[in-house]
C-alpha cells in the first residue's frame, strides 16, 4: 500500500487548502483514512478521518467546523478542504489507512496502518 500526500503549500491566514491523498497497491475502499498533522518537536496529533463508505467522519476540535474530510473511492483518494487557516495549522500533513481490523479510537496514531510521505502546509499571519 502507497499514499502520496498532495495539495500543501504557504498560504495566509483566512485562507483555503485541499489537500490530497492517492492510494495505489490496494483496494482502496476497505481502509478508512485519516489525517494527522506534525510540527517539529511535537508529537503527531489527529485531524480528521473518514470511513470507507464516507458514511462517518471524525475531526479534532482544533480544526472543527473549519475542515472538511471526503474521500472519491472511484479515484482512490481522500480530502481535506481546510478553510479559514491558521498560524497554528502550520505543519506537515500525513494521511494514513485504518487497519480495518482494528477497533479501537479513531484518533488514535496507533489504530493506523501505512503513511504517506507528507506535504507541508504554513500559514503566514
Known amino acids: 500500500v502507497q499514499l502520496q500526500a498532495s495539495g500543501g503549500g504557504l498560504v495566509q491566514a483566512g485562507g483555503s487548502l485541499r489537500l490530497s491523498c492517492a492510494l495505489s497497491?490496494?483496494?482502496?475502499?476497505?481502509?478508512?483514512v485519516g489525517w494527522f498533522r506534525q510540527t517539529s518537536g511535537s508529537e503527531r496529533e489527529f485531524v480528521a478521518a473518514?470511513?470507507?463508505?464516507?458514511?462517518?467522519?471524525y475531526y479534532a476540535d482544533s480544526v472543527k467546523g473549519r475542515s472538511t474530510i471526503s474521500r472519491d473511492n472511484n479515484k482512490n483518494t481522500v480530502y481535506l478542504q481546510m478553510d479559514n487557516l491558521k498560524p497554528e495549522d502550520t505543519a506537515v500533513y500525513y494521511c494514513?489507512?485504518?487497519?480495518?481490523?482494528?477497533?479501537?479510537?479513531?484518533?488514535?496514531?496507533?489504530?493506523?496502518?501505512?503513511w504517506g510521505q507528507g506535504t507541508e502546509v504554513t500559514v503566514s499571519s
Open positions: 497497491g490496494s483496494p482502496f475502499s476497505r481502509y478508512g
Open positions: 494514513a489507512t485504518r487497519n480495518p481490523v482494528y477497533a479501537g479510537s479513531w484518533f488514535l496514531r496507533s489504530m493506523y496502518e501505512y
Open positions: 473518514i470511513n470507507w463508505s464516507s458514511t462517518t467522519t
